[in-house]
């Protein structure tokens, strides 16, 4: 089972549009973190919001966390070509993280 | 990138057979992890590691078995691969301080079994 489901499953934008992409999960969490996966590649960590926070920015990324309603979303400004990817959440909970299906994100140049 | 290397990368191999995964970290760390992944279940947790010999099971681990006999090596078994393990397998690290912090993946090692 998933404790992470990611919405929309696929997304298809032009350059400099924003991406934004949803992750509902349903139980107790400490942290949510987002990773990135290139076709073939190993997953990298973008950001991780902890169970207090809400908001959090790093660089062109926002993430937001809204533990009432159990539910983050990943923001991408400016879209650039090499942000295409798939984009995963994961939740955490005592040692172990947890992953959605991800998020196929297309930047079209 | 964190020292974190997968071998074999590809592996081919057939129904009934023994397969050992092997994941080597140069940076130290507590916590390792094998997870798979597969079209449509993202990725799934396998075993995990909080350290030499001390190893738990995560939410798929039917038909693998772990070992951890030194911090660096986390190695991964399927005592007779069956063809629903054919998969992309990924090691992870992580170095968490009083929660689960960041996953440093490796590149992932590709299984198929006939």
């Known amino acids: 089972s998933q404790q992470g489901e990611e919405d929309p499953q696929a997304l298809s934008i032009q350059e400099g549009e924003n991406a934004t992409m949803n992750c509902s999960y349903k139980t107790s969490i400490n942290n949510l973190q987002w990773y990135r996966q290139n076709s073939g590649r190993g997953l990298v960590h973008l950001i991780l919001i902890r169970s207090n926070e809400r908001e959090k920015h790093s660089g062109r990324l926002r993430v937001t966390l809204d533990t009432s309603k159990k539910s983050s979303s990943l923001l991408i400004t400016a879209s650039r070509a090499a942000d295409t990817a798939s984009y995963f959440c994961?939740?955490?909970?005592?040692?172990?993280?947890?992953f959605g299906g991800g998020t196929r994100v297309l930047v079209k140049p | 990138d964190a020292g974190i290397t997968q071998s074999p990368r590809h592996k081919v191999t057939e129904t009934g057979t023994p397969v050992t995964l092997r994941c080597h970290q140069t940076?130290?760390?507590?916590?390792m992890y094998w997870y798979r992944q597969d079209p449509g279940h993202g990725l799934r947790l396998i075993h995990y590691?909080?350290?030499?010999?001390?190893?738990d099971k995560g939410e798929v681990s039917d038909g693998y078995s772990v070992s951890r006999s030194k911090t660096e090596d986390f190695l991964l078994t399927l005592e007779s691969a069956t063809s629903s393990q054919t998969s992309v397998y990924f090691c992870?690290?992580?170095?968490?301080?009083?929660?689960?912090?960041?996953?440093?993946f490796g590149e992932g090692s590709r299984l198929t079994v006939l």
């Open positions: 590691s909080y350290g030499v010999k001390d190893t």
């Open positions: 994961a939740t955490a909970a005592g040692n172990k993280l947890t």
């Open positions: 992870a690290i992580s170095a968490p301080s009083g929660d689960t912090g960041e996953l440093f």
């Open positions: 940076e130290n760390h507590r916590y």
